[in-house]
């Protein structure tokens, strides 16, 4: 029988850090080719395009998947599974497999999917990776930008509103097999041990809990860990219960997704090169300020400069870095991608970043 293809799966909520530690992973795979399905939100799938821009040989654009028809854990039948099956399907087969959720996405509904006939035989559940954010944990928040997490959580109906973030959070933990607190650089040694230890009392027996910065946790850490979470999925069952469907009525199931996001909405903006892209984070600050938005990520081109810089921002945090060069035909323009509640002034906001 033919070795099963691992699939590590990539959880935490919006802004934890999860596309950075994949952006690592890929930089540092030593070869091994992977293959990514993303589920993520929005006209410009900017985490798709900032994992396929890495430029890495072992990772061609063929390998990344997009899935954005809403939460990965409620479209497992219609978008997960076929999407997987292709990729097993092909004649070069990726040499491992990894996921990288929504922030809202529920990790067990995903790891019991694996145990589907069609892909049981051919692919296994690696490990469940659960990337916390560590500067909003030790604040007694689960997220850079709460709000933002909250938006996402109104605009899918097959979610509790009503759930605190805290039981959410617990699901994500209650099924990890390492749980990985970023941006450690941001708390401090001491701090960043403290919240470790404390997280090590809240997972299951065995469950690894490091810590990191900007993501960066050797491949040969997150990859191999050889669990088979598919098999022990009473040990990681859900602690809480948020989505309320039934799985036997296919149609009320499709009707939900179908108006998921009614109360997220985003659109992108195009202008032309930007000169100082210090003074561009500055003015893109100012803007989500100003506005209430709740995420923002795209590309720029930069005057005199070959390199694309890529942009995340995740309420007032903005990050940026060059991640490739233009290609020879693509158009040097910066396009941005704005996330936010329904009702935002498209008008205003458009303006104020093209100024």
């Known amino acids: 029988m033919a070795q099963k293809i691992p699939a590590t799966v990539v959880t935490g909520f919006l802004g934890a850090g999860k596309t950075t530690l994949i952006r690592h992973l890929l930089d540092n795979a030593n070869g091994k080719r992977i293959a990514l399905i993303i589920n993520e939100f929005g006209d410009l799938g900017v985490d798709g395009e900032i994992l396929k821009g890495c430029g890495i040989e072992s990772c061609k ?30 004649p070069d087969a990726p040499d491992h497999i990894v996921i990288e959720t929504s922030g809202l996405a529920l990790p067990q509904p995903l790891v019991r999917a694996f145990n589907w006939p069609d892909i049981r035989t051919r692919v296994t559940v690696d490990g469940v990776i659960a990337v916390v954010d560590g500067p909003a944990l030790s604040e007694g928040r689960f997220a850079a930008n709460e709000a933002a997490v909250d938006a996402q959580r109104v605009a899918d109906e097959t979610i ?86 039934d799985d036997d009525d296919d149609d009320d199931h499709d009707h939900e997704h179908e108006h998921g996001h009614d109360e997220f909405e985003s659109f992108v903006v195009s202008r032309p090169e930007i000169a100082d892209p210090a003074a561009f984070a500055e003015q893109v600050a100012e803007v989500i300020r100003a506005h209430d938005i709740l995420r923002l990520k795209g590309f720029a081109a930069v005057a005199g400069k070959p390199m694309r810089l890529t942009v995340q921002a995740v309420g007032p945090r903005i990050d940026s870095y060059f991640d490739r060069p233009f290609a020879v035909h693509e158009p040097r323009e910066t396009r941005l991608v704005v996330i936010g509640q329904a009702g935002l002034d498209r008008l205003a906001i458009e303006k104020a970043l093209v100024a």
């Open 160 to 245: 509790d509103h009503e759930t605190p973030l805290s039981e959410l959070f617990e699901d994500q933990l209650a099924c990890a097999d390492m749980v990985v607190v970023n941006k450690a650089d941001l708390l401090g040694g001491a701090a960043a041990e403290a919240l470790t230890a404390k997280l090590r009392g809240e997972v299951r027996a065995g469950v690894s809990v490091l810590h990191a910065e900007m993501g960066a946790v050797d491949a040969a850490v997150l990859l191999g860990l050889g669990i088979g979470a598919e098999d022990d999925l009473e040990g990681r069952h859900e602690v809480h219960h948020h989505h309320h469907h």
């Open 61 to 90: 654009e063929e390998d990344v998947v997009e899935l954005s028809n809403g939460c990965i854990c409620c479209t497992v039948a219609e978008d997960f599974l076929p999407a997987m099956q292709k990729l097993i399907d092909r």
